[in-house]
């Protein structure tokens, strides 16, 4: 197996299809870091960080400085020692989107001298998994037409994004039902709302004969124990993003008592990471998701092999490559909307 030659970093920006509006954030494009890892035998591997401020506390400035520390930590390390190079870039709990940029692209340059695909190396568990669609923050009116579009689209699973004002969101939901039944929803509220509206917002729609999968982020990151209460007091299930960064954090939620569900990003948690949570997650009896950042085609296929391969989630949101302007198509994976087929 061959040694690490090099890693590189390349910068890509990609430009939304539309403004993409959450809580206290509005994006009109994404900037990215593509990892290239090449080994000494020829093979390279691609892997893709989507920095988040909000999140992790990243800016891309910074990132893309790492790198000649980062071919300073893993360079000559056999790739067939994959765990290894887990184990050292660990070290870059601060940088939680190049470390799981890292670790992948290392994943997938091991892949190609094995010719074997990723998702197999990670377990093999399925060969196709159904991605949601997110409805934004917008206009009563910008919301109904993206919630029709998206359903008529062929999406079963819609996200939706709330948060910034209590009434209209209990008015959108009510609204996107309408037009959708028989869809499932999962609610994001991006840490917007008080403990107090979040529970006000649950029975309000609960009152109104509407099902919620997941209610997502409800509260705060660090206000754990306001998440704790909603999830008591809410009659749909309650999951953490924001709240569970790591490994730490998710014991941390798993003690408490505090949700249903975890929302595993990789650009949160890098690889590594990951794959413990899944196991804590497993013996807690917690249900799982997957999210992502702005990642594009690039990025995503890193999220769709990692779940296709664990099997481990009952929810994908996995839709950022297809909210971007992206010229070329990179992922290993294949689109029959609502599914990925990875290969």
Same mark, same amino acid.
């Given at each position: 197996?061959?040694?690490?030659?090099? &890693?590189?970093?390349? #910068?890509?920006?990609?430009?939304?299809?539309?403004?993409?509006?959450? =809580?206290? $954030? !509005?994006? +009109?494009?994404?900037?990215?870091?593509?990892?290239?890892?090449?080994?000494?035998?020829?093979?390279?591997?691609?892997?893709?960080?989507?920095?988040?401020?909000?999140?992790?506390?990243?800016?891309?400035?910074?990132?893309?400085?790492?790198?000649?520390?980062?071919?300073?930590?893993?360079?000559?390390?056999?790739?067939?020692?994959?765990?290894?190079?887990?184990?050292?870039?660990?070290?870059?709990?601060?940088?939680?989107?190049?470390?799981?940029?890292?670790?992948?692209?290392?994943?997938?340059?091991?892949?190609?001298?094995?010719?074997?695909? &990723?998702?197999?190396? #990670?377990?093999?568990?399925?060969?196709?998994?159904?991605?949601?669609? =997110?409805? $934004? !923050?917008? +206009?009563?009116?910008?919301?109904?037409?993206?919630?029709?579009?998206?359903?008529?689209?062929?999406?079963?699973?819609?996200?939706?994004?709330?948060?910034?004002?209590?009434?209209?969101?209990?008015?959108?939901?009510?609204?996107?039902?309408?037009?959708?039944?028989?869809?499932?929803?999962?609610?994001?509220?991006?840490?917007?709302?008080?403990?107090?509206?979040?529970?006000?917002?649950?029975?309000?729609?609960?009152?109104?004969?509407?099902?919620?999968?997941?209610?997502?982020?409800?509260?705060?990151?660090?206000?754990?124990?306001?998440?704790?209460?909603?999830?008591?007091?809410?009659?749909?299930?309650?999951?953490?993003?924001?709240?569970?960064?790591?490994?730490?954090?998710?014991?941390?939620?798993?003690?408490?008592?505090?949700?249903?569900?975890?929302?595993?990003?990789?650009?949160?948690?890098?690889?590594?990471?990951?794959?413990?949570?899944?196991?804590?997650?497993?013996?807690?009896?917690?249900?799982?998701?997957?999210?992502?950042?702005?990642?594009?085609?690039?990025?995503?296929?890193?999220?769709?092999?990692?779940?296709?391969?664990?099997?481990?989630?009952?929810?994908?949101?996995?839709?950022?490559?297809?909210?971007?302007?992206?010229?070329?198509?990179?992922?290993?994976?294949?689109?029959?909307?609502?599914?990925?087929?990875?290969?």
């Amino acid at each position: 197996m061959g040694k690490i030659k090099s &890693v590189r970093f390349k #910068l890509n920006t990609f430009e939304y299809e539309k403004p993409f509006h959450i =809580t206290g $954030s !509005i994006s +009109t494009k994404t900037t990215n870091i593509e990892v290239v890892v090449e080994l000494d035998n020829g093979a390279i591997g691609y892997g893709e960080a989507s920095p988040s401020f909000r999140v992790n506390g990243e800016k891309v400035e910074a990132l893309f400085a790492l790198e000649q520390t980062v071919n300073e930590m893993i360079k000559g390390i056999n790739s067939k020692n994959y765990r290894q190079i887990f184990d050292i870039t660990d070290k870059l709990f601060a940088f939680p989107s190049i470390k799981a940029a890292i670790q992948y692209a290392v994943l997938d340059a091991f892949s190609v001298e094995i010719n074997t695909p &990723v998702y197999q190396i #990670l377990g093999g568990a399925r060969e196709k998994i159904e991605t949601d669609k =997110t409805i $934004s !923050i917008g +206009t009563l009116e910008e919301r109904i037409n993206d919630a029709r579009r998206i359903f008529e689209e062929g999406f079963n699973v819609i996200k939706i994004k709330v948060g910034e004002n209590l009434k209209e969101d209990i008015k959108a939901l009510e609204k996107i039902y309408e037009i959708t039944k028989g869809a499932k929803y999962i609610v994001d509220a991006n840490m917007g709302y008080t403990p107090k509206q979040a529970i006000t917002f649950v029975n309000e729609i609960y009152r109104m004969g509407i099902d919620i999968n997941v209610f997502e982020q409800p509260v705060p990151a660090q206000d754990i124990e306001g998440l704790k209460f909603v999830r008591f007091n809410s009659p749909f299930p309650v999951g953490a993003d924001e709240s569970a960064k790591t490994k730490f954090d998710v014991m941390r939620l798993i003690k408490e008592e505090a949700v249903d569900y975890i929302n595993i990003k990789l650009m949160k948690s890098g690889i590594s990471d990951a794959l413990a949570i899944v196991e804590m997650a497993k013996a807690a009896n917690l249900h799982l998701m997957i999210g992502c950042m702005g990642e594009s085609s690039l990025g995503i296929n890193q999220s769709i092999h990692f779940a296709a391969g664990t099997g481990a989630f009952d929810f994908h949101d996995l839709d950022s490559s297809l909210m971007i302007k992206e010229k070329k198509f990179r992922g290993k994976y294949k689109t029959e909307i609502p599914y990925y087929f990875v290969v």
